[in-house]
């Protein structure tokens, strides 16, 4: 019952934030637990972006010791970006557990997100040149205010607003995934893959990471593995609708890209509004509407149908 939306402007950069705020909240009856953002804003020469959590939402409510925990993975954070050769530009506190750092890095991304990720209680949600995923409980508003993201400019932008039905309802279990180690592409998934579990243990003994038992990240974790072995994206999209079970229609974002992927019963909805230097798509077209309200004309995606839109 999730609802998913994308968008890109093909000619430049716009207000992504609030257009996608609008977009999910009126498919807020599709999934009022989660609503999580994958917004891709103009990158800095130099440096990367990372979007980090050191404690989940309802840990918040054992109280003080939570909160000195929350200081000291912080400045485990801080001397192990240091240790490995990275600086720290900029560092915002997004809330009490969720962080945004500008930073200089040149290395291994993976072992760079790994040592990080070896601290308890920080997951790494994003690393990218543009990408800052963001996700919380509650909805798109209540999310898009607590992150002040309203006003976030960039070139394109995925969404989800999440109905919690086979995983819990949390930040991990959220939407969107980071295709780790990656450092632009995130994905966003309306279905139930039916072969999750037999697709993720093959993926963990090739030594992939998953940090949920939601069934989308496997998802993000498949196309971050073909992307490994040298596919390019579109290839390792189309290899989803052979090699994945079930019903699903999915959104991928990378750096300058907007892709579309929708299994072979189509049973999932999509809507498609595709202009010269505008396309948005969404489960339902209330929520194109909702930031296009001129005539327009959509379409839905066929069956077994990979799109993939560039910048």
């Known amino acids: 019952m999730c609802g998913i939306a994308g968008l890109i402007h093909r000619g430049g950069a716009a207000d992504i934030g609030s257009e996608m705020t609008s977009m999910l909240q009126s498919m807020k009856h ?7 953002f ?4 103009v990158p800095r020469e130099g440096e990367l972006v990372m979007r980090f959590k050191v404690a989940e939402q309802e840990d918040l409510a054992k109280g003080f010791d939570i909160r000195r925990q929350m200081r000291e993975r912080r400045a485990e954070v801080d001397a192990r970006i240091e240790s490995l050769g990275g600086r720290i530009v900029d560092a915002e506190q997004a809330t009490e557990y969720a962080l945004r750092y500008r930073l200089e890095f040149d290395g291994d991304l993976r072992g760079f997100a790994d040592y990080l990720e070896d601290i308890e209680g920080v997951e790494v949600l994003s690393i990218g040149d543009g990408l800052e995923l963001i996700k919380d409980l509650g909805d798109a508003n209540r999310v898009a205010d607590q992150y002040k993201l309203k006003g976030f400019t960039g070139t394109h932008a995925i969404g989800h607003t999440r109905m919690a039905t086979e995983s819990d309802v949390d930040i991990r279990s959220a939407h969107p995934y980071w295709a780790y180690p990656f450092r632009d592409i995130s994905v966003v998934h309306n279905g139930q893959l039916t072969n999750y579990w037999n697709n993720r243990r093959e993926l963990e003994h090739r030594g992939h990471r998953f940090v949920s038992n939601c069934d989308s990240e496997l998802i993000a974790v498949y196309l971050a593995d073909r992307r490994t072995a040298g596919d390019a994206l579109d290839d390792a999209m189309r290899a989803t609708i052979d090699e994945l079970d ?8 990378t750096a300058d890209s907007l892709g579309m992927a929708k299994d072979v019963m189509a049973a999932k909805p999509m809507v498609l509004y595709e202009g010269d230097d505008f396309i948005a798509l969404a489960s339902e077209e209330v929520a194109i509407r909702s930031i296009f309200p001129e005539e327009i004309d959509t379409t839905d995606p066929y069956e077994g149908e990979v799109r993939v839109w560039h910048i």
């Open 246 to 253: 079930g019903v699903f229609t999915y959104l991928v974002a």
């Open 30 to 36: 599709r999934g009022p637990d989660s609503a999580g």
């Open 38 to 41: 994958a917004v891709y804003g």
